[in-house]
């Protein structure tokens, strides 16, 4: 069983498409985070949910909405995506004894 | 100042040696540290974990932790080519409660 499971696996779409990106994990953590990974590998932080609560926004243009309709799932829903959004966007589940990442997004403005 | 940061890569060690990873934090009350590893094209998978001063060892991986210092060390024993990967040092706590904040990795080869 996949214990972070993220769909889809790769997402090409034009400028100024709506996409979202689902994410589920079965190990019972109560937080749930997204991360974005930029062409230099460098992981940064976007949001964060506790069972259901949104705790962290980071500096992240509001086109980004993440959604979670339950603990088990975390959503993340683009609006009007830009070139600029290309990246590879994992999410992660976890407490203080560490995250466990899902396989990643891939997604490709064109 | 980066909040954590890693030594500047790539690092090629040879086969069978030891390969040292290296890490600094600026929030000084960071609470929990962490190494990653993460193979192209694949996410980054926890190998390591440390939240008091000293050394943890796990098989050929050692974590060493100095808070006073604010750094945390990766070493990896008898280095094997399946060990090339970017290594990942992630910090928790602090002002930063509640999420884990990385550096910006270092790229390992290991060379047969």
């Known amino acids: 069983d996949t214990a972070v499971s993220q769909t889809p696996k790769y997402l090409v779409t034009q400028m100024g498409n709506d996409k979202s990106i689902k994410c589920e994990q079965n190990?019972?953590?109560?937080?749930m985070y997204w991360y974005k990974q930029d062409s230099k590998k460098f992981l940064k932080i976007m949001f964060s949910?506790?069972?259901?609560?949104?705790?962290i926004n980071e500096t992240v243009p509001n086109r980004f909405s993440p959604k979670s309709p339950d603990k088990a799932h975390l959503n993340l829903h683009i609006n009007s995506l830009e070139l600029g959004d290309s990246a590879v966007y994992f999410c992660?589940?976890?407490?203080?004894?560490?995250?466990?990442f899902g396989s990643g997004t891939r997604l490709t403005v064109v | 100042q980066k909040e954590v940061e890693q030594n500047s890569g790539p690092l090629s060690v040879p086969e069978g040696a030891i390969a040292s990873l290296n890490c600094t934090y600026s929030d000084r009350g960071s609470q929990s540290f962490f190494w990653y590893r993460q193979y192209s094209g694949k996410s980054p998978e926890l190998i390591m974990s440390i939240y008091s001063n000293g050394d943890k060892e796990d098989g050929r991986f050692t974590a060493q932790l100095n808070k006073a210092s604010q750094y945390v060390s990766l070493l990896i024993r008898d280095s094997q080519p399946s060990d090339s990967a970017t290594y990942l040092c992630?910090?928790?706590?602090?002002?930063?409660?509640?999420?884990?904040?990385f550096g910006q990795g270092t790229i390992l080869t290991v060379h047969p």
């Open positions: 992660a589940s976890g407490d203080r004894g560490g995250y466990t």
């Open positions: 949910y506790n069972n259901k609560e949104l705790i």
């Open positions: 992630a910090v928790s706590g602090g002002t930063s409660y509640g999420k884990l904040t």
């Open positions: 190990l019972g953590h109560d937080t």
